[in-house]
């Protein structure tokens, strides 16, 4: 009995598994299917709801599965928009942008098929382009319970679209989120396919439920070997430096958590041997998952409406560069909640160097500004050791001397420094801790360039540019004062998070850029069903 009672819970973990990822269905949009290198392409994502990630991931494979670029989005509502801003060098071709999440049940990526046409480089010689030979497609549901109306079938330039959309009571009751509301120029010759693939990366890690994880490997440069018990230090630069550690497993690696950080970030990763004569060597994992295996390609005739089609939005694109027509509006990044001192305390003693006399070099600033604090350059081995001032004797042991915040243990990057390089130094005398990091007192120098370019190039320590969650951006129109201007958008409206309402209501003036359009509306059901209604019209 107690047999069958078991075989009958496991089968209802699957089916309740099974219905889970049903209804986890994965979603991906961009706000058109052909671009223009130098453009910015726009994109929303519906993520799984069985992965309590915070982070999905957008980059761009291009057609020899190099990826291009990438950009990190963070999910609110197991929903997520962002953008890439595509780099004019981008030859014309059929690329592949992709969709995932780090350490999912399935391991799926979603992947989307887009043209990009060189901005510099018409298709007048090309009579076939690849398309991705795709077995299985599933398309989103049409549905009947949204209507689109006061939409023209045909609209003038620069002209008003005033468009009122309706959703059914029983729709409204199962919309899941916000939804996807944009118009924007079609190509009837290129539809984007959009499928999922299951990941072929082996992704070790750690599920990323709290924010973005970055992690790596360290080495034993003779042995070659995994070094286990190494402290590794992440250091993100600032007037209050953002500071973690890591002790390595038994297999040499470690893992860092990078919350509330968002745009670019400068960070340095460096470790220090056990013994003065261990040396070691970081290596990063990719912040991105590996390209794998890239769909097949078959090849199709090139319509001359194509080739056509492209040439005006090459021009249209160019003019738009000329005119510098930014569509963009960069919102305020989220406020970072800043400690008030530093991670290793409040300092005893606050010294800015400029306030005094000019003084060469760090030697002739310790003995003429800095209390507590002995620096010695005997035969060109310099040595710092700092008071520790309860028990009135200097520290026998080395004090944590940091840059811009950067652990540094060779004092010959900081011995030529005089006060016109340093903004101020913090001096702590007393021990110091943090975690299970002990500190026989503390001297933080901080420079005036902070750029920390002083630092040693070494296989124990990487500078990193990390591009953390993107700064959230909406769309605009551009401000546009001389009647004689043309309005070069092709994108017209784009609002990834409407709230789901009865009515609602779409305001906006198409461009000069002549063509089909079409108003989508985009969302998803509580059950993982996606849908669409959509309504065509022509510029002319």
């Known amino acids: ?120 480089d018409g298709l007048e010689k090309t009579n076939q382009i690849k398309r991705a030979a795709v077995a299985e497609i599933k398309p989103d549901k049409k549905t009947t319970e949204i209507s689109i109306a006061e939409i023209q079938p045909e609209y003038p330039v620069r002209s008003s679209i005033n468009a009122s959309i309706r959703i059914g009571e029983s729709l409204m009751k199962e919309i899941d989120g916000n939804l996807l509301v944009s118009i924007s120029q079609t190509e009837p010759n290129f539809t984007s396919a959009t499928f999922q ?51 390595t497993r038994k297999d040499g690696r470690f893992y860092f958590l990078i919350e509330n950080y968002y745009g670019s970030v400068q960070a340095v990763v460096q470790c220090f041997g056990n013994t003065e004569v ?5 290596k990063m994992d990719e912040l991105f998952d590996g390209t794998g295996t890239l769909s097949n390609f078959t090849k199709q005739p090139v319509s001359e409406e194509f080739k056509t089609n492209i040439k005006r939005n090459i021009d249209a694109v160019t003019l738009q560069k000329i005119f510098a027509q930014e569509k963009l509006r960069f919102s305020a990044a989220p406020l970072k909640k800043r400690a008030p001192y530093p991670y290793y305390g409040k300092p005893n003693q606050i010294i800015d160097p400029q306030l005094f006399i000019d003084l060469p070099n760090f030697n002739e600033i310790s003995k003429e500004l800095l209390p507590g604090v002995k620096f010695r350059n005997y035969n060109n081995e310099p040595s710092l050791q700092v008071l520790n001032a309860p028990n009135r004797i200097f520290f026998s042991e080395k004090p944590l001397i940091l840059m811009d915040g950067i652990p540094i243990r060779d004092l010959n990057v900081i011995k030529g420094m005089g006060t016109a390089d340093i903004d101020r130094v913090d001096i702590c005398q007393s021990e110091r801790f943090y975690g299970d990091l002990r500190f026989a007192g503390v001297v933080a120098i901080y420079t005036t360039k902070a750029d920390y370019s002083n630092l040693p190039e070494s296989d124990q320590l990487i500078r990193l540019k990390l591009e953390t969650i993107q700064t959230p951006a909406t769309l605009t129109e551009p401000q546009i004062t001389e009647a004689n201007i043309p309005d070069l958008r092709q994108l017209i409206y784009w609002n990834p998070s409407t709230e789901p309402q ?39």
Do not use: H
Request: charged share 25%; hydrophobic share 40%; aromatic share 10%.
């Open 1 to 120: 009995m107690k047999k069958i009672t078991f075989i009958f819970m496991l089968l209802s973990v699957i089916t309740t598994i099974m219905k889970a990822q049903e209804k986890s269905s994965f979603g991906f949009y961009t706000d058109r299917d052909v671009y223009v290198s130098g453009e910015t392409l726009l994109a929303k994502v519906y993520t799984p709801e069985i992965n309590n990630s915070t982070m999905v991931y957008m980059d761009l494979v291009g057609p020899f599965g190099k990826r291009i670029l990438g950009a990190s989005l963070e999910i609110r509502n197991n929903q997520a928009d962002g953008y890439l801003q595509l780099p004019d060098s981008l030859s014309s071709g059929t690329y592949q942008l992709r969709a995932y999440e780090k350490n999912t049940v399935g391991k799926v990526k979603i992947i989307r098929e887009i043209w990009i046409s060189n901005r510099f």
């Open 197 to 247: 693939v299951q990941s072929d990366q082996i992704n070790e890690g750690k599920n990323q439920d709290k924010g973005m994880v970055l992690s790596g490997l360290v080495t034993d440069k003779k042995t070659l070997l995994p070094a286990d018990s190494i402290t590794v230090y992440l250091t993100i630069p600032d007037s209050i430096p953002g500071f973690q550690y890591y002790v």
């Open 278 to 282: 261990q040396r070691l060597k970081i």
């Open 502 to 540: 009865a009515m609602l209501s779409v305001k906006c003036k198409t461009s000069t850029v002549l063509g089909q359009y079409r108003l989508v509306v985009r969302g998803r059901l509580k059950d993982g069903t996606l849908f669409f209604k959509d309504k065509p019209f022509e510029v002319k």
